[in-house]
């Protein structure tokens, strides 16, 4: 378990890990803003439950496999960056055709789609990697320590993505005079990420 010193810097990293835009955060905060806080809320169970996922396969590589994921990261980088760029491109897509009404919008916010979002997150993979290696593994490299470790993860970015979905929830209105423009800007910061991934 993460000695008790290195709490709070463990805290901030994973705050400013979680917080920072990344897919999840903007793909919750374009749901919250075209399709409700409903729609983002389901997808938001997947976005938890895909962090969870990658949080446990991350306490299994750290302690079973250890430096030979290291030789896959750059693939599943790829995949990261080429599902990052088909999502920056929907919403290029949605922002030159005519503004669906929420109820004739086919594409919804669900289980599957944030699971997905979450298991494609190069961000969160590296994070939960990270905070496994560096935080926890030094000082009890017992697995069930590990374990516990990996189960307190899914409380962090998560969280912190809900602070984006209620952020689109309030912006909804907004959104709706403005809905070519913030699709743009969303499809820009998607590329972004997309860039950032494939620079490291």
């Known amino acids: 378990m993460i000695p008790a010193e290195l ?5 901030f990293y994973a705050f400013v890990s979680g917080i920072t835009p990344g897919p999840a955060n ?3 905060l374009s749901m919250a803003l075209r399709h409700g806080k409903r729609n983002a809320i389901h997808q938001w169970y997947g976005l938890f439950a895909g962090y969870t996922t990658i949080a446990l396969l991350s306490v299994f590589v750290c302690y079973f496999i250890g430096t030979v994921f290291e030789q896959h990261i750059k693939t599943l980088s790829l995949i990261g960056v080429i599902y990052i760029v088909w999502l920056a491109f929907k ?12 109820t004739d919008d086919k594409v919804k916010g669900t289980f599957i789609t ?5 298991l494609t997150n190069v961000k969160i993979m ?34 912190c993505n809900l602070a984006w979905l209620f952020a689109g929830v309030i912006l909804k209105k907004f959104f709706g005079e403005y809905h070519k423009t913030i699709n743009i800007l969303m499809g ?4 972004f990420c997309a860039a950032s991934i494939l620079m490291q």
Request: with cysteine.
């Open 26 to 28: 903007l793909s919750s």
């Open 188 to 191: 820009l910061s998607l590329l």
């Open 91 to 102: 919403l290029f897509k949605e922002a030159f055709s005519p503004q669906q009404s929420e």
């Open 126 to 159: 590296v994070f939960c990697v990270t905070a496994v290696s560096i935080y926890a593994l030094p000082y009890n490299a017992d697995f069930p320590s590990l374990l516990l470790c990996g189960l307190l993860l899914p409380f962090t970015g998560p969280v």
């Open 114 to 118: 944030g699971f997905l979002i979450q």
């Open 7 to 11: 709490i709070p810097s463990f805290l």
